[in-house]
């Protein structure tokens, strides 16, 4: 596995050695592997994982870097795609797809979060095979954007900047000043279960619950950070004695991708905001190290929306091999849709 990394381009880390292998190690089973190659050249790999999506005739639905199980996607694997040089994306893709589709029980594929969407459609369009998608935005700012004489981004509106201010202002008055905690490699794993606590305080009466409730989730990032500490910051943010919370960030190349965190939201007060001061407070720490992007990530927040310079759009595809299988799927869901009214 780690001769076919060495000869790979990956175009985040969430398609790096690292973050793969410690998923791969909390599977129960592992996926198959495609590896592509020119001639005797490996120019780049696909995990997929298959699962019955028809049990009788047995059909199946693949899902590229993921299991297709919730319990082991819930790691929020995001600009997905296929681990290969950049060059060699396009030919990478036809290559999977006509491996895939050569078994004729493979009926669909579906590739979550990516962001090389039309070099997805040019090879399904010329491989005969037709597709459906759903889009997320993704947020990021651009650290470059800096005025020195005001100090601040150029892109964060006067409104926000006031509230900002104000909130800086009240955190400094009431608790004390802000400081930043970056986590050791000895103590990383502390900060990361104390962010789980707030997390799963925040999180738990949610629909898809804290991924900290998930034993998959946390042994993936146990493994994660224990092999990868130095290309993490784990943030203990605090305000004299009192914390604010936790900020989980992944720095790769010169972005720095935030990841998770978990705030303290029994501080209430209705000039506090801890995830725009936070966030903004960080920016302005990586602009000063020369980092160029914060990516956000995808999902809507307000604070990501305010302090965002730039929206881009995961897709996630659901690659089928024929329209009539596509309209068969549709009509299933319809019919499922109206038995559990």
């Given at each position: 596995?780690?001769?076919?990394?060495?000869?790979?381009?990956?175009s985040s880390f969430f398609l790096g050695k690292q973050w793969i292998t410690s998923w791969l190690s909390v599977l129960d089973?592992?996926?198959?592997?495609?590896?592509?190659?020119?001639?005797?050249?490996?120019?780049?790999?696909?995990?997929?994982?298959?699962?019955?999506?028809?049990?009788?005739p047995p059909l199946y639905e693949g899902f590229l870097n993921q299991?297709?199980?919730?319990?082991?996607?819930?790691?929020?694997?995001?600009?997905?795609?296929?681990?290969?040089?950049?060059?060699?994306?396009?030919e990478c893709i036809s290559a999977l797809l006509t491996a895939f589709f050569k078994n004729k029980r493979n009926q669909r594929l579906t590739v979550s979060m990516t962001t090389d969407f039309e070099c997805w459609q040019?090879?399904?369009?010329?491989?005969?095979?037709?597709?459906?998608?759903?889009?997320?935005?993704?947020?990021?700012?651009?650290l470059t954007l800096w005025q020195n004489e005001l100090e601040k981004f150029e892109f964060i509106s006067k409104n926000t900047h006031s509230q900002l201010k104000r909130s800086i202002n009240t955190?400094?008055?009431?608790?004390?000043?802000?400081?930043?905690?970056?986590?050791?490699?000895?103590?990383?794993?502390?900060?990361?279960?104390?962010l789980g606590a707030l997390h799963k305080k925040r999180w738990n009466d949610s629909e898809e619950g804290s991924g900290?409730?998930?034993?998959?989730?946390?042994?993936?990032?146990?493994?994660?950070?224990?092999?990868?500490?130095?290309?993490?910051?784990?943030v203990k943010v605090s305000a004299g004695k009192e914390t604010?919370?936790?900020?989980?960030?992944?720095?790769?190349?010169?972005?720095?991708?935030?990841?998770c965190s978990g705030l303290n939201y029994d501080i209430t007060h209705k000039h506090i905001k801890p995830g725009y001061t936070i966030h903004h407070e960080l920016m302005k720490h990586y602009r000063k190290l020369g980092y160029l992007w914060y990516d956000f990530l995808g999902?809507?927040?307000?604070?990501?929306?305010?302090?965002?310079?730039?929206?881009y759009q995961f897709k996630t595809l659901t690659i089928y091999r024929s329209s009539r299988q596509l309209k068969l799927t549709r009509i299933a869901k319809k019919l499922i849709s109206f038995l559990t009214l």
């Open positions: 596995m780690s001769n076919i990394f060495n000869e790979s381009d990956p089973e592992l996926p198959d592997i495609y590896i592509f190659k020119n001639d005797d050249e490996i120019i780049g790999f696909a995990l997929l994982s298959r699962k019955k999506a028809l049990t009788f299991k297709g199980q919730s319990h082991f996607d819930q790691v929020w694997i995001e600009y997905n795609g296929i681990i290969c040089r950049k060059e060699k994306t396009y040019n090879a399904i369009s010329e491989a005969g095979y037709t597709s459906e998608n759903t889009e997320v935005l993704g947020y990021k700012s651009d955190i400094e008055k009431n608790l004390g000043k802000i400081s930043f905690a970056f986590a050791s490699k000895d103590n990383i794993l502390n900060y990361f279960f104390e900290f409730d998930n034993q998959f989730f946390v042994q993936h990032h146990v493994n994660f950070l224990t092999r990868n500490s130095q290309n993490i910051d784990l604010l919370g936790y900020v989980y960030n992944i720095k790769f190349e010169k972005t720095v991708y935030f990841y999902g809507y927040a307000r604070y990501k929306d305010s302090l965002s310079s730039a929206k």
